[in-house]
């Protein structure tokens, strides 16, 4: 979800920071140049020159809307490009204070409050996320994304009767979503109904046969039913490649592990681990391999963990 407030650029950037213009926030011509010059900087990925920008544009216009809500989004940026949970969880916290600010400086569209909602669901301010897309639903009611996301954030909370609710208004306004029925399928699934779960996962793949990250929910379904040889033909089907993603690297795992077969277990989610370059996910492997009976895969990859950081 944080994907959809700011796009991050896939360009490497270049070490030389470009300077921003001189601020002065009586000056709209120079406001607009420092907003082009952040924009710039997150476009091409030089995330940091992007954050020293945008903070000092909320240090000299500490009352604009629309300074806070950039720094929230580069904030975001950093987030989804950090490697570190540190770093990650840091970031978001900070999107997300940046956009609780931003709404409180100005009347806030929809949008505003959507993206606020994102960032403070992000933070694991689930609470705060449900009010910001109860706000942004009531300004634009017919759009089934304030639901859907108003839904998710209450089931994380648990309130499985109000986040049906919600779901079930998001469903009416779009019937063909698959993702509001993947949401459906999630619900039935935390309320102990998997043959449910399986059915509605089952129709929202149906909706977008081409979607390989719908297959996760019908996979989670098929784990809860005991039915691991499904699971693996579901998702070995998909191209190695769209396999490196954690959830399908996980239910992969999972699925080899509920079968006997350990060592393909951590074969999987190793592949994973190489691919996203955490430490944690390398600590997890390590994990996986010692199970296996593989001291010297196990120790490699402990190895790599403290390479990257884990202590």
Known sequence: MLGLIVATGTTSGCDRAADAPQLN??????????????????????????????????????????????????????????????????????????????????????????????????ADDLAGAVGFFARARELDPTNPQHPLFQGLALMQMSQFDAAGVSLARARALDPQSPWVVAA???????????????????????????????????????RKLARHQEVLTLLLALPERARLTEAIAWEIAAAHESMGDPTAAAEAWAKWAEFCGTAESALDAARRWTLAKDPIQAQTWSMVARQRGAR
């Open 184 to 222: 459906l399928s999630g619900l039935a699934l935390q309320q102990g109904d998997a043959p449910r779960a399986l059915e509605l996962a089952r129709e929202a793949r149906l909706l977008d046969p081409r979607s390989d990250e719908l297959r996760i929910a019908e996979a989670k379904a098929l």
């Open 25 to 122: 926030p009586d000056d709209p011509i120079a406001m607009r140049a420092t907003i082009t010059a952040i924009e710039s900087s997150l476009q091409s990925a030089r995330f940091s020159e992007a954050l020293r920008i945008a903070t000092r544009l909320t240090e000299v216009a500490p009352q604009s809307c629309e300074a806070f809500e950039l720094l929230g989004r580069v904030e975001i940026a950093l987030s989804l490009d950090a490697r570190a949970p540190l770093a990650q969880q840091t970031a978001r916290n900070a999107a997300a204070a940046a956009y609780k600010r931003a709404v409180e400086l100005c009347a806030p569209s929809a949008g505003l409050l959507n993206a606020a909602g994102v960032a403070a669901q992000s």
